[in-house]
């Protein structure tokens, strides 16, 4: 098979199997790189996580990018991300489209009515998830002899006037850009 | 074809900045799809994301596509996740091409030491208005907590916990009642 049609395959089943969100697809890519070891060694992968955190976008959608680019250039680079996100689109499609038909069905109604605040309970588990790794000092561990060492100072300090600027009256209009360029600023000033 | 445009340049804006896993484009999508351009609720965008954590691929590729389809059909579903994947494609491959990591730079980490803290103090921002409109009701009150402490305290898949929340809905259909 050309190595094309290979690299799209890798990548569509990546898509179809890895469900849960762009972590998810780690294992896959990590066995990917197993089988293909001139496409991207596992060092290249565990590079590309740090990347991914400091770039915008899903990690998996990221490394489709990165992974297709080395194999065929910019062409590749398109093609292993859309292969990536085809199964996506047919799959959400449908579901959409049934859900759209049936959106007023009281047990459809009645599901729905449990989810919103199940994932209200996992954006509260994600948002925690942050909230560690920004103003925790990673190799300090919490221990309760001395329960503020672990805290990295500036980090939640900087958090406070943040939350409290999205909810001022005067301030809450802001853009998340806004708070984001604005960070990233500070961020070099006082890190 | 004017609408299909901005689900473009909409999902475009959210995909550049969202740093970090899916549930962290959440900010952007408030403001973006519900504020600015009254595309979807904010307890709508609770339902597209937890069909999102059960389908295949990425949450905000998922979510993209299924508000750019809720609003023009496939050509929505495809120009929005065109719109959400084209920052990825753009940077990444200048990435590739030119600039090797960057990652290790002492700059880039500060700067980055940042926007997470700007990304977590958004997503608590988010937090608030979402436990406002669809957290009420003392079931509502358990839903949420016992959803985050599976995930949060046990580590357990989220999966997990949306099928158990749709079961808990589907079972109490009509006896429970539903925000709009």
């Known amino acids: 098979m050309p190595e094309l049609l290979v690299l799209c395959w890798e990548f569509f089943k990546t898509g179809l199997f890895a469900v849960g969100g762009g972590l998810a697809a780690l294992p896959f890519l990590s066995r990917m790189s197993d089988a293909h070891p001139d496409w991207f060694t596992q060092e290249m992968l565990a590079d590309m996580i740090a990347v991914s955190e400091s770039t915008p976008g899903p990690i998996a959608i990221n490394m489709a990018t990165y992974v297709g680019y080395t194999v065929s250039g910019i062409f590749g680079a398109i093609l292993a991300t859309f292969s990536m996100i085809l199964p996506s689109i047919i799959i959400v ?22 989810l919103r605040p199940a994932v209200t309970g996992l954006i509260a588990a994600a948002g925690y998830s942050v909230l560690k790794v920004s103003v925790m000092i990673t190799d300090v561990p919490f221990s309760l ?11 939640v ?16 209009k802001i853009h998340p850009v806004a708070y984001i360029a604005v960070s990233a600023v500070i961020g070099v000033l006082i890190f | 074809m004017k609408e299909l445009f901005s689900l473009l340049i909409s999902f475009f804006k959210i995909g550049l900045f969202t740093f970090g896993g899916g549930y962290s484009m959440l900010p952007m999508l ?60 753009i940077i990444i491959t200048i990435i590739a091409a030119l600039l090797g990591n960057f990652a290790h730079l002492p700059a880039v980490k500060s700067a980055f030491a940042g926007i997470r803290i700007a990304a977590c103090a958004l997503i608590i921002s988010s937090l608030i208005k979402l436990i406002k409109a669809n957290v009420r009701s003392a079931v509502q009150i358990v839903l949420a907590v016992l959803s985050f402490i599976i995930v949060a305290v046990l580590g357990q898949n989220p999966i997990f916990v949306v099928l158990g929340a749709a079961l808990f809905g589907l079972f109490t259909a009509g006896r429970v009642k539903a925000d709009a």
């Open chain 1, 157 to 172: 300090l900087l958090l406070a006037v943040l939350v409290f600027f999205t909810q001022f009256k005067y301030t809450k």
């Open chain 1, 145 to 155: 002899s001395a329960p503020f060492a672990a805290f990295d100072w500036r980090a």
């Open chain 2, 30 to 89: 408030q403001k973006e799809i519900v504020e600015k351009r009254g595309w979807a609720t904010e307890g709508e965008i609770l339902d597209y994301f937890a069909v999102s954590q059960c389908a295949p691929g990425a949450i905000a590729v998922n979510t993209a596509i299924f508000v750019g389809y809720r609003k023009k059909k496939i050509p929505g579903a495809l120009m929005s996740a065109l719109g959400i994947v084209l920052p990825s494609l």
């Open chain 1, 93 to 114: 499609v449908i579901v959409a489209g049934i859900l759209e038909k049936y959106i007023s069905n009281k047990y459809v109604n009645g599901v729905f009515s449990g």
